[in-house]
Nanobody, 124 residues
Framework: VQLIESGGGLVQAGGSLRLSCAAS????????TGWFRQAPGKEREFVAG??????????HYADSVKGRFTISRDNAKNTVYLQMNSLKPEDTAVYSC????????????????WGQGTQVTVSS
């Protein structure tokens, strides 16, 4: 599988962005997808994940983004989205999506395939 992110950019605090993670080679409903971010000088951190659950899916979030970010999946477009609302300057980072077969994984070592990342900058 290959992953390509898009949708990053510059936004003012309080604004919104939607990131996309387009998959090729496998269907997005065949694996779990996570979004991670890495700010300058900081370690990469888990943001949100979506995984299979019967005919549907389960989502999970880092505490820092709960209520503001929403992860979703469009199987027809083979794409996973991260809708980011009420953005804060501390959300500034490079955001990357990644694929895993581990259920509800939140550590980056569990993810085997990564996209190239997309920059999100939130100005105050």
């Amino acid at each position: 599988v290959q992953l390509i992110e898009s949708g990053g950019g510059l936004v003012q605090a309080g604004g919104s962005l939607r990131l996309s993670c387009a998959a090729s080679g496998r269907g997005v409903n065949e694996f779990s997808t996570g979004w991670f971010r890495q700010a300058p000088g900081k370690e990469r951190e888990f943001v949100a994940g979506i995984t299979w659950a019967g005919s549907g899916s389960v989502t999970h979030y880092a505490d820092s983004v709960k209520g503001r970010f929403t992860i979703s999946r469009d199987n027809a477009k083979n794409t996973v989205y991260l809708q980011m609302n009420s953005l804060k300057p501390e959300d500034t980072a490079v955001y990357s999506c990644a694929a895993t077969y581990t259920y509800l994984a939140t550590t980056d070592t569990a993810y085997r395939v990564w996209g190239q990342g997309t920059q999100v900058t939130v100005s105050s």
